[in-house]
């Protein structure tokens, strides 16, 4: 059976006793876990978003469930009766039939509002081990400014006739009551998973700092993925793709089996680099670990990977936190922080920091740029001596006192 037809069709009785209208999309292979998927606000299971994302994970083993909330899409029910508390029941009631038909979802993903969503539910859903999220409000009563113009009338009326999307919807005071007895940080703060936040930059429907409230409230492991120019809806196939993708090479980590079909990669002494198509894309293996670096397409690149000032930045951040944690443990604390590093070129004489450093011929230096944002559990006392160990990393140091490089041209064998 192709990717195209393995599906299922399912008809869950919902929190509010209407039949929700569940598609559950099916690996043709071996299954390696089972992900529910809810949708954004107002929207539908059958949205590009939705349909993209359920059948890229579907062709690397993941079993995907979507379903239209209580008076959406093909589900019965009347939506003026649902609130953000029912929505999460529907997720809860969804979780506990597909558990019985396929496995118990380990994965659950939640676009915008259901993102929200799924941040609640994940404590009612014990088979959860990993969360993602895509443009997730930070508080569910985010939602109400897609009426805020209306919530007056709601208000003195106890409901209303309101606009959404370009379709007609009853909001009533019970809805927006509702939103407000939920702390979606809250839930992310006490979340018993793994999670990654995905959010575009310039989305203007939920704003870039939900995303950064989400991630701050959360504990490790957490991991944050910008969706560059996509829109709230990810509604450019590409979009929606390169999250399903993302999600899934993510989730793995935490989730399902590794494919056994796979072979595995072999180790290299050191790190190996090779072309691997395009003007600039080069496949890496470090020891038994595959990467892929590239340049950014306004240099000739494909944008497939990091760059290599990336890779470097990228050693500066890890070693930091890596050589913080390794304080902390000694100490008897753990470390909640995130570790920023941004590379640049800058003139010699705008820099107080790099007055040591040889300037190339252009009068510029190479600076790295370093911010640690850390959780509101440490102390000052804490944070600064932490500071003090961040700069002992021995990639910092290694960084600082230059290294030599010796090249040796051998026959390949």
Request: hydrophobic fraction near 45%.
């Amino acid at each position: 059976m192709s990717s195209e037809t393995n599906f299922r069709s399912l008809t869950i009785d919902g929190a509010l006793g209407a039949k929700l209208a569940t598609r559950l999309d099916l690996p043709a292979g071996p299954l390696k876990a089972v992900a529910l998927f809810a949708h954004c606000f107002t929207c539908g299971k059958d949205i590009l978003a939705a349909r993209t994302i359920a059948k890229r994970l579907s062709e690397r083993g993941i079993a995907v469930a979507r379903f239209d909330f209580t008076g959406l899409g093909s589900s019965e029910g009347e939506f003026a009766s649902t609130n953000f508390s029912s929505n999460v029941g529907d997720l809860v009631s969804v979780a506990e039939v597909v558990a019985e038909e396929v496995g118990a979802p380990s994965l659950l993903i939640g676009h915008s509002l259901g993102g929200a969503a799924v941040l609640v539910a994940a404590a009612q859903i014990p088979s959860v081990r990993a969360v993602a999220t895509i443009g997730a409000p930070s508080d569910a009563e985010h939602v109400t400014h897609n009426f805020a113009a209306d919530l007056d009338a709601i208000a003195a009326d106890g409901e209303a006739r309101v606009s959404l999307g370009g379709r007609p919807f009853t909001i009533r005071q019970s809805f927006v009551d509702d939103l407000k007895n939920h702390k979606v940080t809250q839930s992310a703060a006490s979340l018993k998973a793994a999670l990654l936040v995905a959010h575009a930059p310039l989305d203007a429907t939920v704003g870039i700092s939900n995303a950064t409230d989400i991630f701050v409230a959360a504990k490790h492991p957490k991991s944050f993925l910008s969706l560059d120019n996509a829109d709230h809806l990810l509604s450019r196939r590409a979009d929606s793709a390169y999250a399903a993708d993302v999600i899934a090479a993510w989730a793995m980590r935490f989730v399902g089996q590794p494919d056994v079909q796979s072979p595995p990669v072999r180790a290299v002494d050191g790190v190996l680099a090779s072309s691997a198509g395009g003007k600039f894309r080069t496949a890496i293996t470090a020891g038994r670990h595959p990467i892929v670096a590239d340049e950014p397409v306004d240099y000739g690149g494909g944008d497939t990977g990091p760059t290599p000032y990336d890779l470097a930045a990228a050693a500066l951040a890890a070693c930091t936190l890596m050589t913080m944690r390794l304080y902390a443990e000694r100490k008897g604390f753990t470390v909640d922080a995130t570790v920023n590093v941004q590379h640049d070129k800058v003139h010699a004489a705008d820099c107080e920091a790099c007055l040591t450093i040889e300037p190339d011929k252009a009068g510029r230096v190479d600076l790295f740029r370093r911010t640690i944002a850390f959780g509101a559990g440490h102390s000052a006392q804490e944070r600064e001596k932490l500071l003090e160990i961040a700069d002992k990393c021995p990639v910092h140091r290694t960084l600082e006192r230059g290294a030599a490089v010796v090249t040796t041209g051998v026959d390949f064998g």
